[in-house]
Structure formats: C-alpha cells, structure tokens
C-alpha cells in the first residue's frame, strides 16, 4: 500500500483591513459608483463607518466585510481579464443581464446578501474558465 504524506496546512495570511478598504474605494471609484452604491455593496455599515473607512481610519472591519471586498476584487480581476478594453470592462456591470433576470450585475449585488456578490463572481469565474 501506497501511503501519502499530508502536506502541512500553511495558515492564511491575514489581511490588512486598510490595504483592503483602499483598494475596494480605488475600484469604486474606476467603476464611477456613488457612496449610496459603496454602502450597499460594503454591507451598509453605518455611514459614520463608511465615511471613516473611506477616509482611511479602519480600525475594525468585520470579516463579513472583508469577505464582501474580496467578492468585489475578483469581480473587477475577472472582468479586467475578460475584456481588453478597460472600459467595457468597468462599464459591465452596468449592463442588463438576462443570467441575472435583465437586472444589471450591479443591481444584483446591491441586492444586500454576500451570496449576491458570489452570484456574480460565480459567473465571471464560468465564463473566463476557458482561460483559465
């Protein structure tokens, strides 16, 4: 009998909330969004929270939170990698979509739950597993 060894466990890095919050403003910012659309996919924390985080004060955030930014990271990564054109890249999701019931992508996940944003991430990650 064949026995395998296990390959040991490497514990997650942990993520710097700051580093993450910047990057979820900097892509809200390419996709033109408004803070009303921020809040919403963030999870609407309070505003007061908002406005801080968006000012760079992190002191907590919540790992519903991170989970949430991380959604929208690989949202913006999968479409950077399946258009060419920046633009038709930020502009997508703006555009109807029948998968999503003719709503836009954006429509969907400020629906308000995390598995709104994993819907849309699971699309994208379909549609560019050709590539992948």
């Known amino acids: 009998m064949l026995q395998t060894r296990e390959r040991p ?15 979820f ?3 809200m910012q390419t996709w033109g969004l408004s803070a009303d659309d921020a809040r919403a996919l963030l999870g609407a924390p309070a505003e007061r929270t908002f406005y801080a985080w968006r ?15 991380g ?9 950077e990698l399946l258009y060419s054109d920046p633009h038709m890249a930020d502009d997508w999701i703006n555009r109807p979509n029948r998968t999503f019931g003719g709503q836009t992508p954006l ?10 944003l994993a819907a849309v991430r699971g699309y994208l990650d379909a549609a560019r ?4």
């Open 55 to 69: 000012a760079g004060n992190a002191v907590r955030v919540p790992m519903d939170t991170l989970r949430r930014i």
């Open 9 to 23: 466990q490497t514990p997650p890095r942990p993520v710097d909330p700051a580093a993450a919050l910047r990057g």
């Open 71 to 79: 959604y929208i990271a690989g949202i913006y990564k999968a479409l």
């Open 107 to 116: 429509q969907r996940m400020r629906a308000g739950d995390v598995t709104d």
């Open 25 to 27: 403003f900097a892509i």
């Open 129 to 132: 597993a050709p590539w992948s």
